[in-house]
Nanobody, 124 residues
Framework: QVQLRESGGGVVQAGGSLRLSCAASGRTGSSYAMGWFRQAPGKEREFVAAISASGSTTYYADSVKGRSTISRDNAKNTMYLQMNSLKPEDTAVYYC?????????????????WGQGTQVTVSS
């Protein structure tokens, strides 16, 4: 079992930045692909960004590409999402996810472990 805990959410004005963190604990000795998803009120959970187990490969949703950077520090068992130029439409609960394996995953069904989420609110 792997436990994930997000932090770093908050309220920010449009154009601002936030850095989300996802700390993993438990059986972290194996390789885990990880990703970020978000869910706005009344909408389905959607993919934001993903990273391979080594951190060498990343993938972004078009909606955040160029404004966000996903990274990870395996020595600290922590993944990050740096979000810049935030827009009101980025407002959502952001979830981190992990799944055994080396390659990144793009859909919710491919992830075995999920965090509780952290709220990001972007005011206009």
């Amino acid at each position: 079992q792997v436990q994930l805990r997000e932090s770093g959410g908050g309220v920010v004005q449009a154009g601002g930045s936030l850095r989300l963190s996802c700390a993993a604990s438990g059986r972290t000795g194996s390789s885990y692909a990880m990703g970020w998803f978000r869910q706005a009120p009344g909408k389905e959970r959607e993919f934001v960004a993903a990273i391979s187990a080594s951190g060498s490969t990343t993938y972004y949703a078009d909606s955040v590409k160029g404004r966000s950077t996903i990274s990870r520090d395996n020595a600290k068992n922590t993944m990050y999402l740096q979000m810049n130029s935030l827009k009101p439409e980025d407002t959502a609960v952001y979830y981190c996810a992990a799944s055994p394996g080396s390659t990144y995953r793009l859909t919710t069904g491919e992830y075995a472990y999920w965090g509780q989420g952290t709220q990001v609110t972007v005011s206009s």
